[in-house]
Each structure stands twice: as C-alpha cells, then as structure tokens.
C-alpha cells in the first residue's frame, strides 16, 4: 500500500490516474468493496463526492459534508470534536514558503493555503486524508508542514496525499473545458435559505452557481475563466434563467438573491428582449446582489443601471461587506436595501469584542437607512447567539441549512431553529 501511496505524489497532474490508485489502495488495505472520495471545495467550505473517474458524481449531489475550519493554532478540544463527530476539519497553514508570502499583498483570498483533513474510521482504523493543490507550492514542502498535524489529530494513521486540482493548463485547454461545462451542461444551482429568526421563517433564497467538473471545480474559479474567454453572458443567463425557473416553487413573497456581475447589468438594461431571462417578470422578488469589491470599478452606466431597476421594485444587496473590499463610499452611494455580512466578520464573533462593535455599529446603519443586515456563514450556536442578541434578523449559514438543488422549507427551519436553540451552550453579546 505505502508504494501505492507514494505514486500519488508523484502523479502530477493526472488527477485521475491518481484517485484511482487511491482507491485501489484503500480497497486492498481495508478489504473494501466501495469507495467514496470526497474533495474540499473551498468556493462552498464542503466535501463533495467524486467517481473513479475524477468526475463529480451527478447521482451522487447530496453526498456533502460540512467542514469545521481551523485557522491558525486551534484547541484540541475543536478537533478531539471533530473527529468524534467524523466531521472533516480544514486546517490554514501559515508556514507558506517566502515566495507564497509574496502574495499577501493581492486582495484576493488565494494566499490562504487550506488543507482538508478528514478521519474515516474503517474496521476501528483511522485514516487520516490530506487533498492538497499542486497549484500552492511544492508537493513535497506541503506534505512535511502539515503531516504532522495529522499524525497528531487522528493517532497512527495511514496518510493519502493526491492532487485535489490539476496543474495549470494552457488557455487553449481552459477554454475548451469551459466550452465542455456549458456544452454538456455540468452546471447546477443550489439554494441557500436567508432566515428571519424573528419571524421564525424564510424570508429568502439565495442562488448559488455549482459546476460538477474536477478542473473548474468553484464558481470564482469558473467565473474567472468566462470572464477571460468572453463567455460570462452564457453562465449568466443559465445561472439566473435556471433560478428564475425554481422561484414558483418557492412558494409565497420570498425573495430570490441573484448574484451579478457588473457586466450583468449591462446585458439585461433591456428589458424587452426575450433573450433577457427578466422579461415579463415580476421583480418585486428579486434581489440583485453585487459584492463591494465590483462596486468600487463600477462606473456610473453600471450605477445607473442598478438605480433603474431598484427603481423597477429590484432589491440591491451589497454582499460582502467586511471582506476586504470596504469603502464607505460605496456603502453611502448605492443605498442597498441588504447588506450582507461577510463571514471573516461573522466568524468567532463570540471571542471579538472589536467584530462586535463593528457588527452593532452596521446593523445601527443599515436602520438608520432603511436596509436589513444579513449574517452570511454562521456556522456555530455561539455565532447565532451572539447575532441574535444582537437583534440581528437574517441569518444565512450552514447551522441553519446547507446549500441544496431543493429549497428548504418553514417547516424544516422552524425544527432547526427549536434544535438550536434547545442547546445548553449559549453566549451572550460583550
């Protein structure tokens, strides 16, 4: 097995050829008949299952797990917790080489090298999974940094280490597998419920893109390669036509979030066009929502077009906010109706007098100006606690529901709600 285990290492990019070697491993060690790898998928902080064939298993959407995210030094008792629960654990390794440091500077999120530990506990033996990217460094470096942890989480265990993404490819290949998503129709939409714990009820959904391939494997990582290759206008009308599809089934006056890109607005200015999948809508539902960080090179078409449909019934959502984008400025001239908290804000809320402070001063302003705040990533009942007693009332995260293709309903909110609040562990505002 430990010869197996090491070509892993070296199979380079053929992330294929690699999982299947793992899963003959794990059949021959354990006597296995089936096996199931599943991959960290940072764009949705979740293990999704995969075939032998390196290929997102379509018949297999609802085989997720949520992980618990560990950043910097963590207490033993989170992770004594996550293994007890055999809930995967994603662990952020600071000890990045000088040239991965260099990065720091990008306002993006790509220099949080994250690692997706799990224990599977096979015939009372522990096995200890690490999926790294071949993208992030030298296999070898990545291997010797975080091994240990690993060890010292889950005891003796065998370590599996294979390439959860390719190596870079041309722009040729890139582009023919962004044609291969659209063309074979690997994309999806999942929804995520935004709960008003007052009302004790959805208020709305938001729509999240999902792409079942191993290459493109995130929304950001997709979004990037259409804006690239000019092809953003077919991801969005299938990303938006698809989720205006689902909003009957939704049921009553709930809103439906829709994320858009500044180029979006531009496409759909038109509103008379069959192309435009708004036509002959009814708007009053929907909410348009646009991150800060495209706010800031927004220019004042794409400014004026949002003041047009907010002036059509359209909700406008600032997202993100608190993500490392602000600007006070965008928060004052678009006059959103939401803002969304992001979850660097959210995250440990209950140990941060200063995320407090700052959370009750937004959620003073939203008021003041009419808007709703919205909690994105609440993951934990000390983070919901801490937000209610807030009087904060619109919670989205994976306490309350996953992501899912079928909508959660009341019903199941309000049996999450009473379950959550039912437990011991309560933490109070600073």
Same mark, same amino acid.
């Given at each position: ?30 006597g296995l ?30 085989? #997720? ?15 004594a ?5 055999? /809930?995967?654990?994603?662990? #952020? ?7 991965? /440091?260099?990065?720091?500077? $990008? !306002?993006?999120?790509t220099?949080? /090298? ?7 506990s096979?015939? %009372?033996r ?6 790294? %990217?071949?993208?992030? @460094? ?27 993404? !390719? ?25 995520? !419920?935004?709960?008003?714990i @007052? ?18 494997n995130?929304p ?8 690239? $290759? ?22 009553g006056?709930?809103?439906l ?17 069959k192309s435009? !999948?708004?036509?002959?809508?009814d708007l009053?539902?929907?909410? $348009? ?11 004042d078409r794409?400014?004026s077009?949002? #003041? $047009? ?16 984008y ?16 992001d ?46 007693g ?6 989205? @995260? ?11 309903c ?19 505002? #600073?």
């Amino acid at each position: 097995m430990d010869a197996a285990l090491k070509e892993i290492l070296e199979a380079g990019g053929d992330f294929a050829a690699a999982q299947s070697r793992v899963v003959t491993a794990l059949k021959e060690a354990f006597g296995l008949s089936r096996v199931t790898i599943m991959l960290y998928n940072k764009s949705t902080n979740m293990l999704e299952s995969v075939s032998a064939a390196g290929v997102p298993n379509v018949d297999h959407r609802d085989i #997720r797990a949520p992980v618990i995210r560990i950043d910097g030094i963590s207490s033993r008792a989170v992770e004594a917790r996550a293994f007890l629960e055999n /809930r995967p654990i994603v662990i #952020r390794d600071r000890s990045a080489d000088p040239q991965y /440091r260099m990065r720091r500077k $990008f !306002p993006h999120k790509t220099y949080s /090298r994250e690692f997706a530990i799990f224990p599977l506990s096979v015939r %009372s033996r522990k096995l200890g999974v690490l999926a790294v %990217s071949n993208d992030e @460094g030298n296999p070898a470096h990545l291997t010797r940094s975080i091994t240990g942890r690993i060890a010292r989480l889950a005891g003796p265990i065998a370590k599996i280490v294979y390439s959860a993404i !390719p190596k870079a490819r041309t722009d040729r290949e890139m582009a023919g597998v962004l044609n291969d998503i659209l063309q074979k129709e690997l994309l999806w939409m999942a929804f995520q !419920p935004i709960v008003d714990i @007052g009302k004790r009820a959805i208020h709305g959904y938001e729509a999240l893109l999902r792409v079942n391939h191993p290459v493109l494997n995130g929304p950001e990582v997709l979004i990037g390669c259409a804006e690239k $290759f000019n092809t953003l206008r077919d991801l969005s009308f299938f990303a938006h036509s698809t989720a205006l599809r689902s909003l009957r089934s939704m049921g009553g006056h709930r809103k439906l979030f829709l994320n858009l890109h500044p180029r979006d607005f531009v496409e759909y200015e038109n509103l008379d066009r069959k192309s435009n !999948p708004f036509f002959g809508r009814d708007l009053s539902q929907i909410v $348009f929502e646009i991150t800060e960080r495209y706010c800031l090179h927004a220019t004042d078409r794409i400014l004026s077009i949002i #003041r $047009f449909f907010k002036g059509l019934g359209v909700g406008i959502a600032l997202d993100d906010l608190g993500s490392g984008y602000s600007s006070l400025e965008v928060l004052a001239g678009l006059e959103p109706d939401y803002i969304k908290l992001d979850m660097s804000l959210i995250r440990s809320i209950h140990q941060s007098d200063r995320k407090q402070k700052l959370v009750r001063s937004l959620l003073y302003y939203s008021d003041q100006i009419g808007a709703q705040c919205v909690a994105e990533g609440v993951e934990t009942k000390e983070e919901y606690d801490v937000l209610k007693g807030m009087k904060c009332r619109l919670i989205q @995260g994976f306490l309350l529901a996953m992501p899912s293709e079928r909508p959660a309903c009341d019903a199941e909110i309000k049996d999450r709600l009473r379950t959550i609040e039912s437990s011991r562990v309560v933490a109070t505002p #600073r």
